[in-house]
């Protein structure tokens, strides 16, 4: 495990963070399984602390945690990404963000087939404006966000919980891709391939909208930074 940690401390060093978020800096990090915690300098017991993948506040400030059963078998290069979604999480709480979604509302987000088809047509949209350049990936861009105002229209406040997750974890993830794309660009394009197949599928993977805000949240935000625009 302490060769995974210093490669992927390592693949670290490359990412420049403040390019992906002004203000946005790296956070310690801890990989775990079930009995060891390592950290950077030294080991520790596993205890109820470490769950998830997730940042923690620990002796004094935010970490990055992932759990890791198997070094030989991870993937430094991706580990090392991950990590930089969950410091993204670090930098939202150290912000001060407040805005984040209630899962239980996600959970009980309406089946309203009017809405599945606008999202499907939102999604196509936000595939084809990734993949565009020059000025129709803008025009592509306000035809998406002019069907989100027809969702919001049926959704109301359902919606406003859908962009909650994408803003919170859409964003993380966006910060995730951009540390890929500088620690290993065959990897990136092959995670953005995966995102825009995703968009452009129909699956129990869409109807989920928490697990979709990943992937919408991290397309959209790189779209919107091709275009000059801030996120709405």
Not at 67 to 89: G, K, R, S, T, Y
Not at 155 to 162: K, M, S
Not at 163 to 191: D, M, N, P, T, W
Request: aromatic content about 12%; hydrophobic content about 40%.
């Amino acid at each position: 495990m302490r060769q995974l940690y210093e490669k992927i401390e390592r693949y670290l060093r490359l990412v420049r963070y403040e390019d992906i978020c002004p203000e946005f800096r790296r956070c310690g990090f801890a990989l775990y399984n079930r009995d060891h915690v390592w950290l950077k300098d030294r080991i520790i017991p596993w205890d109820k602390r470490f769950i998830g993948n997730t940042s923690i506040y620990f002796e004094g400030d935010f970490i990055a945690i992932f759990q890791v059963e198997n070094p030989q078998e991870a993937d430094a290069e991706i580990l090392a990404a991950d990590l930089v979604h969950e410091m993204f999480h670090a930098h939202q709480e150290r912000s001060g963000e407040n805005r984040y979604p209630d899962d239980l509302k996600l959970l009980a987000y309406p089946e309203n087939m009017d809405n599945y088809r606008l999202k499907y047509a939102e999604n196509q949209l936000l595939a084809a404006a990734y993949e565009e350049t020059g000025g129709r990936k803008a025009g592509l861009l306000a035809a998406f966000r002019a069907i989100r105002e027809s969702r919001r229209k049926i959704l109301g406040d359902d919606l406003e919980q859908e962009l909650l997750a994408e803003h919170i974890e859409g964003e993380a993830e966006y910060a995730g891709c951009r540390a890929l794309q500088s620690i290993s660009f065959g990897k990136f394009k092959e995670r953005m391939e995966r995102y825009l197949s995703a968009l452009r599928t129909v699956n129990q993977a869409f109807f989920d909208m928490r697990r979709q805000a990943y992937i919408t949240g991290a397309v959209y935000h790189f779209v919107c930074a091709d275009c000059g625009e801030e996120p709405m």
